[in-house]
């Protein structure tokens, strides 16, 4: 049982995920906006994050990096449509656990969630 | 001398009758001098061709302006385009004494341009293919994730499961494709060399000095000495600066002015390059919309918006920034701005 922070500017992609997790029993909680998500994490424990690299505002590689600020032992999976050796060596770089291709099947999601959580 | 020209020329007097020509225009019509000096339209041409010309010239007359139109004709050699010119022609006191008609083959050319829009079309395809297909990937993802949510609530054997399975099913084939897809815009994927910008403008200048000079638009060239070269793709490079040429030409129109020229900025160990057109310049309510893919102000067929998209994304390849301003600021001049006009203003980073 985990927080897990999703962040995608797809609404319809952050409840398909907050359900497929939850049925899981995590406690999933949903954004859209960057700003949103980067002050919950300020005041909330979160054990994973699974971020869009596409977004409103932001990159989700710039928002990987704010939120390893503000909470260094956040795990984070990023996910994207645009797969780009780039963006995959920073994300890495920056300390995310894993870096998935959208889209992602449900049990391939589970199965990843389940990975990055046992490593705590 | 007239006589050595390829292309043909005819004067036609208020008459519409012909007093001179040259031996491309006999060659043109098949006929001989004797044949056609005095003569009209309707001794030398087919009746319905005839009719036409007379009417054009006529025209060109009256208004005092003159005409140009392209026309397709055959020949024992193939099918001939040819760019034709009709001028008025008057004299001191602005008398019309005549009609010049001035008539160029242009059919390789014509070709060449074909082939360089076609293939213009296919390396925008690329970019366009690959947006596409990632756009498509986010709702198929969620599709696909619903329809296996879904069969997790329904019992294996009923009538939904089975259609949700259907769906998954679906929904890996259009994963399929969409990888097929994406995999086949990569064939546009880049092969780098060591380029030199002049070198590579120049190129680029060899395709469109014809319709430039048709256009009576007067390319400036500026170029820095010296400038070390850089690691990029040639057909990419050179797809970037067409692009901005053909904006700054369709900015113009006819008769005006497009300067380009390079630098090398030593502090910054910046290649800087830059398209300048004397045109009207860009509105400021539509400048941050400039690079959008599909954003074009100009006409249904005319454009499809794609140009400065494909330019931007093949600067940032080269890990370098493009910026336009409107009007241009001449940094040499003290600052002063220039009255209108845009220039395009691309860095590449240069070690």
């Known amino acids: 049982m985990a927080n897990i922070l999703v962040l995608d500017d797809v609404l319809d992609a952050t409840i398909l995920v907050k359900k497929i997790l939850g049925k899981k029993g995590h406690e999933v909680v949903t954004f859209t906006e960057e700003e949103e998500a980067l002050t919950f994490t300020k005041s909330n424990q979160i054990d994973l994050a699974i971020i869009d690299i596409k977004l409103k505002k932001m990159s989700g590689v710039e928002v990987l990096d704010e939120l390893k600020k503000i909470a260094p032992s956040l795990h984070v999976m990023m996910l994207t449509g645009y797969p780009t050796l780039e963006t995959a060596r920073e994300s890495l770089k920056l300390g995310a656990d894993e870096y998935c291709v959208k889209p992602i099947d449900k049990d391939e999601l589970e199965e990843k969630v389940e990975m990055i959580l046992q490593k705590t | 001398m007239l006589n050595a020209m390829p292309d043909f020329m005819a004067f036609i007097d208020i008459n519409l009758r012909y007093r001179a020509i040259n031996t491309a225009f006999c060659k043109f019509t098949s006929k001989e001098e004797q044949e056609i000096i005095g003569k009209t339209d309707f001794n030398i041409f087919p009746d319905n061709i005839a009719k036409e010309n007379k009417e054009e010239t006529q025209n060109v007359i009256d208004s005092g302006k003159p005409a140009v139109k392209k026309m397709e004709d055959a020949s024992p050699e193939g099918r001939i385009r040819w760019q034709m010119i009709k001028t008025p022609f008057a004299d001191t006191d602005g008398k019309i004494e005549g009609v010049l008609w001035r008539g160029r083959d242009i059919t390789k050319i014509d070709e060449l341009e074909n082939n360089f829009l076609q293939f213009q079309k296919m390396e925008s395809m690329g970019p366009l293919a690959a947006g596409i297909a990632h756009e498509l990937n986010t709702p198929m993802g969620i599709i696909l994730g619903y329809a296996q949510l879904l069969k997790e609530d329904v019992s294996e054997d009923g009538p939904v499961y089975e259609g949700l399975d259907v769906i998954e099913r679906q929904c890996n084939i259009g994963r399929k494709i969409i990888a097929d897809l994406l995999r086949f815009s990569r064939q546009t994927e880049s092969t780098f060399s060591e380029l030199n910008i002049n070198s590579c403008i120049e190129e680029v200048l060899l ?145």
């Open chain 2, 207 to 351: 395709m469109v000095e014809h319709i430039f000079n048709t256009d009576r638009i007067t390319i400036r060239k500026d170029f820095g000495s010296a400038l070390p070269s850089f690691r990029g793709d040639n057909t990419k490079l050179n797809q970037a600066l067409l692009n901005l040429l053909n904006n700054a030409r369709d900015a113009i129109g006819t008769d005006g002015i497009t300067t380009i020229s390079t630098r090398y900025n030593k502090d910054h160990q910046e290649l800087i390059i830059s398209v300048k057109d004397n045109g009207p310049g860009i509105p400021p309510e539509i400048m941050d919309r400039i690079f959008d893919p599909f954003f074009t102000t100009k006409s249904v067929g005319k454009g499809t918006g794609l140009g400065l998209p494909v330019t931007f994304s093949i600067v940032r390849e080269l890990e370098g920034k493009i910026e336009v301003q409107s009007p241009p600021w001449h940094v040499e001049d003290n600052n002063s701005c220039e009255a209108k006009g845009t220039v395009f203003i691309i860095r590449l980073p240069v070690s």
